[in-house]
């Protein structure tokens, strides 16, 4: 079992960045491969980004490519997103997830996050 907290979120205009941090508690962080997704109000929750257990293969939503990226650091049992161009469509509930398979879709994952928000302004 794992615990995540995200922070980073906040209002921020369009073009701007902000980095997201996940922090997992226990000594187990780096048998997970972590996720980020978001929801919007009134959407599903969607993908946004995924790294391995060791810190490669990012792998990232096409709405997000080349804008976004993903890191961890197991050392201190923290995964971040860096948002980079932030569009008013980034604006969501961005959620930490962790999971013992790599995965793309919710139910891939088995522990999440409280979620932070983030809104881009126009």
């Known amino acids: 079992q794992v615990q995540l907290v995200e922070s980073g979120g906040g209002l921020v205009q369009a073009g701007g960045s902000l980095r997201l941090s996940c922090a997992a508690s226990g000594r187990t962080f780096s048998r997970y491969v972590m996720g980020w997704f978001r929801q919007a109000p009134g959407k599903e929750r969607e993908f946004v980004a995924n790294?391995?257990?060791?810190?490669?293969?990012?792998y990232f939503a096409d709405s997000v490519k080349g804008r976004f990226t993903i890191s961890r650091d197991n050392a201190k049992n923290t995964v971040y997103l860096q948002m980079n161009s932030l569009k008013p469509e980034d604006t969501a509930v961005y959620y930490c997830?962790?999971?013992?398979?790599?995965?793309?879709?919710?139910?891939?994952?088995?522990?999440w996050g409280q979620g932070t928000q983030v809104t881009v302004s126009s």
């Open positions: 997830a962790a999971t013992n398979i790599w995965g793309t879709t919710e139910s891939d994952y088995d522990y």
């Open positions: 790294i391995n257990k060791s810190g490669g293969s990012p």
